[in-house]
């Protein structure tokens, strides 16, 4: 008989939530940090460009070389993701996430508890030892009427 091995994690669900989180943070800094050096290795070829092989050496939009404003460009995108890294996602991450989805489940949860009061006041069903008399109509059915006019 071959034994089966345990598969049930040791870890509860809410260190493995953690452990994710702490994952993808990981991952969103490294990213942040590939995009650094991409930055500064893309500026020194930009640089290059112009100063050693001269291109687009007569292009100065508002008496600055291209190259300076590509630089400047690649710079403000870099900045949007570090504020994306780092301010945003402290602010707008899960924890974030989870609190806003917990605070609207709550919300509707409350909403629902005031609908059925106000359906049982409307409502009440009838005591256990009332017997059960169902409405009357305004009139009586028509079994010759059609069923839906």
Do not use: C
């Not at 490294?30 to 640089?47: A, C, D, M, N, P």
């Not at 106000?118 to 005591?127: G, T, Y």
């Amino acid at each position: 008989m071959a034994s089966k091995s345990n598969t049930s994690s040791k870890i509860d669900h809410e260190q493995r939530r953690l452990i994710e989180r702490a994952q993808a943070r990981a991952r969103q800094k490294k990213r942040l940090y590939q995009h650094f050096i991409v930055f500064l290795l893309g500026s020194v070829v930009l640089i290059l460009l112009n100063v050693i092989f001269e291109i687009g050496r007569d292009i100065n939009p508002f008496g600055i070389d291209w190259f300076v404003w590509a630089i400047i460009f690649w710079a403000a995108i870099l900045l949007i993701h570090v504020f994306n890294v780092f301010i945003t996602n402290k602010f707008f991450g899960k924890d974030w996430e989870n609190e806003q989805v917990e605070r609207l489940v709550a919300k509707q949860e409350h909403k629902i508890a005031e609908l059925q009061k106000q359906v049982e006041r409307e409502h009440p069903l009838p005591k256990k030892n009332e017997p059960y008399i169902p409405p009357t109509t305004p009139r009586p059915i028509d079994p010759d009427r059609p069923i839906n006019s």
